[in-house]
């Protein structure tokens, strides 16, 4: 696969992630080794500071991240503060019930509860405190989403089996259905962008 190519499939996954994406994660989906891995995020990292691009690069560890160039900080806060004091969207109030009553769970079972990407909200979540982002027990390349004390403070509830219906909801056979649908669907993509990209 040609080199600009590789860079542009790693943009959009670091994009549509919204958070920290191992290069383990990278390295399986595109088939690539890590120092190729590492080698094509030299590239974008060095795109983004010579352009006027308002994105960087954000490397810990083994771990990657897309994010606003510093040099814009000051608009990216006031943003954040207005998302931090608005009121809840229904979209957020949406994806914190399932993470409550169905957490710890990852993105993609989120996503395929609701239907539509949840990015934006699990950071706004993430950034008020009422959830929380741990490695995930199942597959270390990702992560499953928990809610926080914060959370069941604001609620105003002892421990989360006393929300309403938690017997009930924390088990309901269609929302397994769901998840495990996504469990398929992803070992089935996985293979087929791997002869994708041996094609």
Not at 43 to 58: D, I, P, R
Not at 98 to 126: D, F, H
Not at 187 to 193: E, L, R, T
Request: net charge negative; with cysteine.
């Amino acid at each position: 696969m040609e080199i600009e190519k590789l860079q542009s499939i790693i943009e959009s996954i670091l994009f549509a992630s919204g958070e920290p994406v191992k290069l383990a994660k990278l390295m399986k989906i595109l088939s690539i080794t890590l120092e190729e891995t590492e080698k094509m995020l030299e590239v974008l990292n060095e795109k983004y500071s010579l352009s006027q691009s308002g994105l960087s690069l954000l490397k810990k560890g083994q771990e990657v991240q897309l994010a606003s160039k510093a040099d814009n900080a000051e608009f990216v806060e006031n943003l954040v503060k207005s998302e931090l004091t608005d009121a809840l969207s229904p979209a957020a109030m949406e994806v914190a019930s399932i993470i409550a009553y169905r957490g710890p769970i990852s993105k993609a079972e989120i996503e395929q509860i609701r239907g539509v990407n949840c990015a934006y909200t699990l950071r706004n979540l993430l950034l008020r405190g009422l959830i929380e982002r741990n490695d995930n027990p199942r597959d270390n390349r990702g992560y499953v989403y928990a809610i926080t004390f914060d959370f069941l403070k604001k609620l105003g509830v002892s421990e989360v089996k006393n929300l309403p219906e938690y017997a009930t909801l924390s088990v309901d056979s269609r929302i397994n259905s769901l998840i495990e649908i996504d469990e398929q669907n992803a070992s089935a993509g996985a293979i087929a962008q791997e002869k994708e990209i041996e094609n």
